[in-house]
């Protein structure tokens, strides 16, 4: 019989572990917002955006896009090809922890890079399906108020102000510390992920995130496998 296990502080306790993540999600928001009403979009293009998208770095393409009237399909392709490492994300995401089909839902839409970083980590495999469903609203409310708040803004911040665009390569630099911080004895995986990175340029430089994840994928289940047999051996 399944049982129902509800944490106490769940939302406090999500909104501690956003904290960290949301001082980075809230300048790119930021930068977002003036992009947006800078492109010749009304502001509240960037509140819907980050609302009903929330897709991060395709967002940023879907402004242009939107304001070159690109056709359907072509945004349709974009958002394939930017998104699809989210297929990977997927495998190991805590997504059976969540109850309910609308939070589950919402959980499959709001799985973003930021959240699957904070969710699969050591210290989170112990967390309620509360927890992380709180944990992505947070996120998800950083991202839309400072995307709100930037292009309400916009008109009022210079265009040529610089640092903003470095937000996102400072926060994945520091989800990626601290994955390889709370993984110690397991450094062979940063180095998969940096091989197949390199592999990925070197062989299919127009396609390099698809291959280097479909690469990295397939050494991480080798590998699993592999440990698997040995385990068997000794036993």
């Given at each position: 019989m399944r049982t129902s296990t509800v944490e106490p502080g769940a939302r406090a306790a999500a909104l501690r572990d956003s904290g960290s993540v949301g001082l980075g999600l809230v300048p790119l928001g930021l930068a977002f917002g003036m992009l947006v009403t800078?492109?010749?979009?009304?502001?509240?293009?960037?509140?819907?955006?980050?609302?009903?998208?929330?897709?991060?770095?395709?967002?940023?393409?879907?402004?242009?896009?939107?304001?070159?009237?690109?056709?359907?399909?072509?945004?349709?392709?974009?958002?394939?090809?930017?998104?699809?490492?989210?297929?990977f994300y997927a495998l190991s995401f805590p997504l059976h922890r969540v109850e309910g089909r609308l939070a589950r839902a919402?959980?499959?839409?709001?799985?973003?890079?930021?959240?699957?970083?904070?969710?699969?980590?050591?210290?989170?495999?112990?967390?309620?399906?509360?927890?992380?469903?709180?944990?992505?609203?947070?996120?998800?409310?950083?991202?839309?108020?400072?995307?709100?708040?930037?292009?309400?803004?916009?008109s009022l911040i210079p265009a040529g102000v610089t640092g903003l665009e470095f937000a996102l390569t400072a926060l994945f630099t520091v989800l990626a510390l601290d994955a390889v911080r709370d993984r110690r004895g397991d450094l062979p995986t940063p180095l998969l992920a940096l091989l197949s990175a390199l592999v990925?340029?070197?062989?299919?430089?127009?396609?390099?995130?698809?291959?280097?994840?479909?690469?990295?994928?397939?050494?991480?289940?080798?590998?699993?496998?592999?440990?698997?047999?040995?385990?068997?051996?000794?036993?």
């Open positions: 800078q492109s010749g979009v009304d502001w509240w293009y960037a509140s819907l955006f980050t609302l009903a998208v929330y897709a991060g770095s395709f967002e940023f393409l879907l402004v242009g896009l939107v304001g070159a009237l690109a056709p359907l399909g072509t945004v349709a392709l974009t958002a394939f090809l930017v998104n699809i490492r989210h297929v919402y959980s499959t839409f709001a799985l973003t890079d930021e959240a699957y970083a904070l969710t699969t980590g050591e210290p989170a495999r112990t967390w309620s399906g509360r927890r992380v469903l709180w944990l992505q609203a947070f996120l998800h409310l950083y991202w839309v108020g400072g995307a709100t708040a930037g292009a309400l803004l916009g990925g340029r070197l062989v299919a430089p127009d396609q390099m995130l698809l291959v280097a994840f479909a690469l990295f994928t397939t050494a991480l289940v080798a590998r699993r496998v592999v440990t698997r047999r040995g385990r068997s051996a000794d036993a």
